[in-house]
């Protein structure tokens, strides 16, 4: 099993800039890619931003267009975390996040994500 664990959420005024990190531990040898996902109240889940994990992979980035410019995911050498570097956030940006990861398929196949952290709390305030 795979065991993802989010951190770096947290209150931001509008325009500044937060940076998140999802920690991989477990076997990790599995994993092919992992993405940012976000749900504000009352709206569906989205995928924020996705990005190959396989150590030696072609670099290979997703983004909704919502956060393109803006918004920019990597990772380490070893695949074993991934970051959401956010910048020039937005009322709209205030959401949970959730860091999840998949084996197969395409990583912006919304339903090829097998595991999920707990999420991190983001808040944009004017």
């Known amino acids: 099993q795979v065991q993802l664990v989010e951190s770096g959420g947290g209150l931001v005024q509008a325009g500044g800039s937060l940076r998140l990190s999802c920690a991989a531990s477990?076997?990790?040898?599995?994993?092919?890619?992992m993405g940012w996902f976000r749900q504000g109240p009352g709206k569906e889940r989205e995928l924020v931003a996705a990005i190959r994990t396989n150590t030696g992979s072609t670099y290979y980035a997703y983004y909704a267009d919502s956060v393109k410019g803006r918004f920019t995911i990597s990772r380490d050498n070893a695949g074993n975390t991934v970051y959401l570097q956010m910048s020039s956030l937005k009322l709209e940006d205030t959401a949970v996040y959730y860091c999840?990861?998949?084996?197969?398929?395409?990583?912006?196949?919304?339903?090829?994500?097998?595991?999920w952290g707990q999420g991190t709390q983001v808040t944009v305030s004017s």
């Open positions: 477990g076997r990790t040898f599995s994993r092919s890619f």
């Open positions: 999840a990861a998949g084996t197969l398929g395409t990583m912006t196949g919304l339903n090829n994500y097998d595991y």
